[in-house]
């Protein structure tokens, strides 16, 4: 369990590495690593925001990621596929968040009454509906996709400029959604996850606030969607299909997805091992079988699996799950005190007191899996 | 499932309240219920029309243009659109109830399912080609009943011996975590994918309907190929083996109980596991036996997993998850959507029928959030 300083000061150090680590590290680590793992990040962020905060694991939001390029690449691109207005790069922001809020509104409506695995089901199924919905419709795009879609002229030719907006919206985005999780709305949230029943007795409105943080999630993976097409200047609907939508659900729980921090440790773990696997000292020289079927360069799909798989038999709280469990041990093992001990007993409805909201949740969910609406054995 | 049914109580407490306040907004409960009946209201009239419209409207010259006439004009096209909906709906019953049958006895969403199809296409391409000693051109004058009845059989057997593989190495003991389970099941479809596309290419295969099928027939001055009544004839086969199986047998009926009440299953000294296994088998079976009629039908290739698992899903979601019934139900307005669509919706619009789906999905949705035949539970 971290304690809930520890937690902010290990977030301002992370943060004020990415600040400078553009003056030390590569061109191409910055641009092709670093920039992918914030906006990927921002994007799975709102998965695990929706699990942990709402108990609703959604596969709509890569969709709405790859809805908010098409919306920039419509109203921007002047030649091609779709729409072509043509108009000013910028203008393109409000239109995908709206475009973006909007979709997330209806879906989240429309599976407002569902949770777990429904939810789960019925978000999948929207976002492969989505994906033959920008294949057929050739009025916005069609199979062959849009290109040449230009960032506006201050992040054009930037990649550095474009890290930092990335860098200030992951920033934003994990601020944002611990402080929403401790406004009033944030806490009823967190009471419809635990104990839909109860809140309803309350007076609250179970299906209103699920759609309503459905809709704000929906508008930050909108805004990480903008920055992504400007980074990659093309979207065709075979990058929203099934396949990189089970990719950014993979992020999230490698990351481990109760914890916001795991998204983003995610996203990097997963480019990394795109990236610099084979460059594993040793794992190059392997050969036969294992060289051609699990390391080969076009088989990375096979080694996330393998990675999700054992992530998800041996720590289903993911890599952030493991890491808060070792430190646990060490802290054990040398004896110190527990600042936080006193909150062991906390149950999840208490965890939904202002003052501490979010670090017990993290914690109540480590040590009582049975509160834990994501990932949960039956009582 | 049990995360669920506190909603399920949240649901009636929440709309049997007297009255409504929220901001501006006042509702009585004469006015609420008003407001309940709305998405029924809406599903009989948007089911009222397409049948107006296919019955009387559609017309191919006029201002709608659409590509086939209406059914007062044109019986022909009108047959063989609905035969073209049953067909289809009949692959998707045998694809999707066993989706439905792991997932109403064992709350295991197997996200493997269309990986499972896939595979066994594959196999069954593979088995066929040795069988007949070709490997390409296989014409079905080369293909005998038994040539594609051995290969179908065989591929399902494999595919539902790694789906128990895969229930017994890693979900037998987490058995109740669902979602856990489902993600377990996504890794295996990933790498099943990926090690599909090393093995078999990323060229589509078809699997050659045997000869005895493999011609039209005359209806309504139409031609109509015989293959696709002879799929429907083995998911007839197959939906009245699956009924008999759950309703007539001793098995079937400690299936069904396990559907209702698993722990009073286990209290009467029913071995749950074994039951578990056997079903986690046919699930898989199904999907195989799917799997080589869909490679016959419309060929194997890379994405069709992924197709598949959005058609079972469709399916069960309509139809509601656990139920064979609602999967019948499901497949049934699923395929005619499929169907009917692109005949009878106007020129200009016809690539608009993906919508149609889900407007079929938010309109069940709204007005039975369970699907067709689910249970709240």
């Known amino acids: ?379 | 499932m049990v995360t669920d049914s506190p909603t399920d109580v949240a649901e009636t407490s929440t709309t049997d309240v007297a009255e409504i306040k929220f901001g501006a907004l006042h509702l009585n409960s004469m006015q609420l219920r008003m407001l309940r009946v709305i998405p029924t209201w809406i599903a009989g009239i948007l089911i009222g029309f397409a049948v107006v419209w296919v019955l009387f409207l559609a017309d191919r010259s006029f201002t709608t243009a659409t590509s086939a006439g209406s059914a007062i004009a044109e019986p022909g096209e009108f047959i063989v659109t609905f035969l073209n909906g049953l067909t289809l709906a009949g692959l998707l019953f045998v694809v999707a109830s066993g989706f439905t049958l792991i997932f109403g006895l064992m709350r295991t969403v197997n996200m493997a399912h269309g990986a499972f199809f896939l595979l066994a296409a594959y196999i069954a391409i593979e088995i066929q080609q040795n069988m007949v000693g070709k490997t390409r051109n296989i014409d079905p004058s080369d293909v005998s009943p038994l040539d594609w009845f051995v290969p179908a059989l065989v591929a399902a057997t494999i595919v539902a011996t790694l789906g128990v593989l895969m229930q017994q190495l890693f979900l037998r003991w987490n058995q109740g975590q669902d979602m856990r389970q489902a993600i377990i099941t996504v890794a295996v479809a990933v790498i099943l994918a990926d090690q599909m596309l090393v093995e078999f290419g990323a060229l589509a295969q078809t699997m050659v309907w045997p000869e005895q099928v493999v011609h039209f027939f005359e209806i309504f001055g139409e031609r109509y190929a015989t293959s696709r009544l002879f799929m429907l004839g083995i998911s007839l086969v197959v939906g009245a083996a699956l009924w008999i199986w759950l309703n007539r047998t001793r098995m079937g009926m400690v299936i069904r109980a396990g559907v209702d009440d698993q722990d009073m299953v286990r209290a009467l000294g029913i071995n749950v596991a074994v039951v578990f296994a056997v079903a986690f088998f046919v699930g898989s079976f199904l999907a195989g036996l799917g799997g080589a009629m869909g490679a016959s039908f419309a060929g194997a290739n890379v994405g069709t997993d992924g197709q598949w698992l959005l058609n079972s899903l469709v399916v069960v979601i309509i139809g509601g998850l656990g139920s064979v019934k609602g999967a019948a139900a499901g497949s049934l307005l699923y395929g005619m959507s499929i169907a009917f669509a692109p005949a009878y919706l106007p020129l200009d619009y016809t690539y608009y029928s993906i919508i149609l789906t889900f407007v079929i999905l938010a309109v069940v949705l709204a007005v039975r959030p369970y699907g067709l035949f689910g249970r709240a539970e």
């Not at chain 1, 109203?75 to 809020?101: F, I, K, Q």
């Not at chain 1, 920033?171 to 402080?179: E, H, I, N, P, S």
């Not at chain 1, 084979?278 to 080694?303: H, K, M, Q, W, Y």
């Not at chain 1, 041996?314 to 430190?327: A, F, K, M, Q, Y």
């Open chain 1, 1 to 379: 369990m971290m304690v809930q300083g520890q937690r902010n000061v290990m977030a301002i150090v992370i943060v004020v590495m990415l600040i400078v680590m553009p003056s030390f590290g590569s061109d191409f680590f910055v641009d092709f690593v670093m920039t992918r793992t914030l906006m990927l990040g921002v994007a799975a962020a709102t998965i695990v925001f929706l699990s942990a905060y709402g108990g609703m694991v959604s596969l709509a939001q890569w969709l709405i990621f790859g809805v908010a390029g098409f919306a920039v690449g419509n109203v921007v691109a002047d030649s091609g596929r779709g729409l072509t207005l043509g108009w000013e790069p910028w203008v393109g922001v409000p239109v995908a968040l709206v475009v973006c809020s909007l979709l997330a509104l209806l879906l989240g409506v429309l599976s407002s009454r569902s949770t777990g695995i429904y939810f789960l089901m019925l978000t999948l199924t929207f976002s492969v509906i989505g994906f033959y919905f920008f294949g057929q419709v050739t009025t916005f795009s069609g199979f062959g996709g849009m290109t040449g879609i230009d960032p506006p002229a201050f992040f054009d030719g930037e990649p550095k400029r474009l890290y930092y907006a990335a860098l200030i919206l992951s920033v934003l985005t994990y601020a944002g959604f611990r402080a929403v999780s401790r406004t009033p709305f944030g806490v009823a949230l967190q009471g419809v996850r635990d104990d839909p029943v109860r809140m309803a007795s309350l007076g609250y409105n179970v299906q209103l606030h699920r759609a309503l943080a459905f809709t704000m999630a929906g508008f930050v993976a909108g805004a990480a969607g903008v920055l992504n097409i400007w980074w990659n200047g093309q979207i065709d609907p075979s990058s929203i299909s099934i396949s990189p939508t089970l990719d950014l659900l993979i992020i999230a729980v490698i990351g481990g997805i109760v914890h916001l921090e795991g998204a983003w440790l995610g996203a990097f773990i997963f480019l990394g091992a795109n990236i610099y696997l084979r460059d594993i000292p040793g794992l190059g020289s392997i050969g036969g079988f294992v060289e051609d079927r699990i390391l080969a360069e076009d088989r990375f799909n096979t080694v996330v699996g393998l990675l999700l798989l054992i992530i998800m038999l041996g720590s289903p709280d993911g890599v952030t799950g493991l890491i808060i469990r070792l430190s646990d041990a060490v802290r054990r093992r040398f004896g110190r005190s527990r600042p936080d001990a006193a909150r062991l007993g906390a149950t999840a409805v208490d965890s939904s007191e202002p003052s501490d909201a979010d670090g017990s949740v993290t914690a109540d969910r480590d040590r009582s899996p049975h509160q834990n609406q994501a990932i949960s054995p039956r009582p």
